[in-house]
Every structure is written in structure tokens, then in C-alpha cells.
């Protein structure tokens, strides 16, 4: 099924809860007090998805990166995810999830989580261009590291949740120089990926 966003209008409960946020955060300033838009619509988008608002301090995401994700999603860029639950959240487009194809005991074999396999069969899928949502597994996101030279994407959302190898597989994303979005602490998971991603997905459909 094609899912195509257009002329999105929040619903009061939203505009509402996006009312209390941005009292709570502060934010109602930040355009002028130097947040750039886009980190502004992610980090709101994440605290209105997870009702945390620490994520407010521990994401880390970069103006330019945002820009590029921005740019290649309204130019049509695959978005590929790591687990059917953060295909859940994605709300306004189709994407890739190959997780269903990897036969476990093949994972093993190659020392491998299902979740890793999965994304060599995704990048071979896909090819370079593609915006990344990682949300359950640091796995998948260190697979994505190990493969990204042979078809560099042009955003990694890398928000895996666990207290095994996620802080680490998010500091080896942000020292690896892709674009991305991270964040310093064990917190993460389908939810929060998936609200970054639609936080750019709708920033692309605002008249320019």
C-alpha cells in the first residue's frame, strides 16, 4: 500500500499536547534563541512521542544532516528500518523491513543477529541514498556501520534502546561521520526512532 502524507492537520489532542511540551521544555523561544527548525522538530516531535523530555538534552542530531535527510525523503529515498514495530510508527510512507526474510539458524551460522542479517539483505535491496531508522536493535545498527561504505546512506536515524551495546553502537555512529540522528544514553526504541523520522517526513510537506 502507497501511504502518501498530504495536507496534514494535527488533531486538537495533539496541538495540545505539543502546547503543554513547549511550556514544559521552554521551546516557544528557541527560534529565536538559536535551535535550528529542523533539531527543534525532532527533539519536539521525540518528547511528544516518548513524553521524556530529557530527550531534549540527549539527542544529538546536526542542522545539515537534517537538511540532507529532509531532501532526500521528499526526493523519494528508500527508508529502511530494522524491525516491524518502528514500521509501525512510520505513518506517511512505505518502507523496507527484511527482517521477515532472515532464516535465524542462517544468522547464526554467519555470527550474525537476525536483525544484523537483515540489514545485508536490506542494503543490497536499497543501494546507496537511503535514510536508515534503527530503533530496537544495536546490532542492526553495527551491521549498518560495518556496511555503509559499500552504499552510503543519506541519513541514519540510530536509536537502538538496551543496556547491551547501544550506548556504543551510537557513539560509533557519531564517530563514523555519517549524517545521523543519536543519542548519548541507553534510551531509545521504536517509538522514538520512528517520531524523528516523521518529524522530517512532515517537515517536508510545509509549503516552501
Same mark, same amino acid.
Given at each position: 500500500?502507497?501511504?502518501?502524507?498530504?495536507?496534514?492537520?494535527?488533531?486538537?489532542?495533539?496541538?495540545?499536547?505539543?502546547?503543554?511540551?513547549?511550556?514544559?521544555?521552554?521551546?516557544?523561544?528557541?527560534?529565536?534563541?538559536?535551535?535550528?527548525?529542523?533539531?527543534?522538530?525532532?527533539?519536539?516531535?521525540?518528547?511528544?512521542?516518548?513524553?521524556?523530555?530529557?530527550?531534549?538534552?540527549?539527542?544529538?542530531?546536526?542542522?545539515?544532516?537534517?537538511?540532507?535527510?529532509?531532501?532526500?525523503?521528499?526526493?523519494?529515498?528508500?527508508?529502511?528500518?530494522?524491525?516491524?514495530?518502528?514500521?509501525?510508527?512510520?505513518?506517511?510512507?512505505?518502507?523496507?523491513?527484511?527482517?521477515?526474510?532472515?532464516?535465524?539458524?542462517?544468522?547464526?551460522?554467519?555470527?550474525?543477529?537476525?536483525?544484523?542479517?537483515?540489514?545485508?539483505?536490506?542494503?543490497?535491496?536499497?543501494?546507496?541514498?537511503?535514510?536508515?531508522?534503527?530503533?530496537?536493535?544495536?546490532?542492526?545498527?553495527?551491521?549498518?556501520?560495518?556496511?555503509?561504505?559499500?552504499?552510503?546512506?543519506?541519513?541514519?536515524?540510530?536509536?537502538?534502546?538496551?543496556?547491551?551495546?547501544?550506548? +556504543?553502537?551510537? +557513539?560509533?555512529?557519531?564517530?563514523?561521520?555519517?549524517?545521523?540522528?543519536?543519542?548519548?544514553? +541507553?534510551?531509545?526504541?521504536?517509538?522514538?526512532?520512528?517520531?524523528?523520522?516523521?518529524?522530517?517526513?512532515? +517537515?517536508?510537506?510545509?509549503?516552501?
Amino acid at each position: 500500500m502507497n501511504r502518501t502524507a498530504q495536507n496534514r492537520l494535527a488533531h486538537p489532542i495533539e496541538q495540545r499536547s505539543y502546547a503543554i511540551l513547549r511550556a514544559r521544555l521552554g521551546t516557544t523561544g528557541l527560534d529565536t534563541m538559536g535551535l535550528p527548525p529542523l533539531a527543534r522538530a525532532v527533539i519536539e516531535r521525540v518528547v511528544h512521542a516518548s513524553a521524556d523530555i530529557a530527550y531534549a538534552t540527549d539527542l544529538v542530531c546536526e542542522e545539515t544532516a537534517l537538511r540532507g535527510g529532509v531532501d532526500a525523503l521528499a526526493g523519494g529515498a528508500p527508508i529502511v528500518v530494522d524491525v516491524g514495530m518502528t514500521a509501525a510508527g512510520v505513518t506517511t510512507r512505505d518502507v523496507v523491513c527484511r527482517l521477515g526474510d532472515v532464516e535465524p539458524a542462517a544468522a547464526a551460522r554467519d555470527g550474525l543477529t537476525r536483525s544484523a542479517a537483515a540489514v545485508g539483505l536490506a542494503l543490497a535491496e536499497v543501494g546507496p541514498g537511503a535514510v536508515w531508522v534503527i530503533g530496537c536493535a544495536p546490532t542492526a545498527l553495527e551491521r549498518l556501520l560495518t556496511l555503509a561504505g559499500l552504499a552510503l546512506p543519506a541519513l541514519v536515524i540510530g536509536l537502538p534502546v538496551g543496556f547491551v551495546g547501544a550506548v +556504543e553502537a551510537k +557513539e560509533a555512529l557519531r564517530a563514523s561521520g555519517l549524517p545521523a540522528i543519536s543519542n548519548r544514553s +541507553e534510551k531509545g526504541g521504536a517509538a522514538v526512532a520512528a517520531a524523528a523520522l516523521n518529524a522530517l517526513l512532515y +517537515e517536508g510537506l510545509r509549503p516552501c
